[in-house]
């Protein structure tokens, strides 16, 4: 499992917008900082799971140059980066769900938008009342 041997670094000073200014009026927003620092994590962390940019659809594993194209994508992965990402790490999908659904709605000041997506795609696994351990 070559995953487990790699190793991620991060900082969440980029996406205070006061790290980048002595102007005391801009206050940091840690919401903001939370939600984007979230969102990054998530990306490179697949990374460390094996997955590469996605050139497929909106998703959470493309690439990016500057934060406002970061801002642009969404919060999942696609279904084809999904099933990349079940195959090198082995999870239930619908758990999955589950979990980021739990999340969103105990963090839902800073994961609106995010829990109305996990919601749908979790209703969406759900009425289809299959197995999602193994596609």
Known sequence: MA???????FSFARYDESFF???????PNRDRIIYRSCRVMTHEISHMFGLKHCVFNN??????????ESEKKISELCVICLRKLQTSIQFDILERYKGLQSFCNSHSQIFTEDLKL????????????VSYTHL
């Open 59 to 68: 998703c959470l594993m493309n690439g990016s140059n500057h934060l406002e």
């Open 3 to 9: 995953w487990m041997k790699r190793t991620g670094v």
């Open 118 to 129: 996990i919601d749908n795609l979790l209703g969406t696994c759900e009425a289809a009342s």
């Open 21 to 27: 200014t002595d102007d005391p009026s801009i206050e």
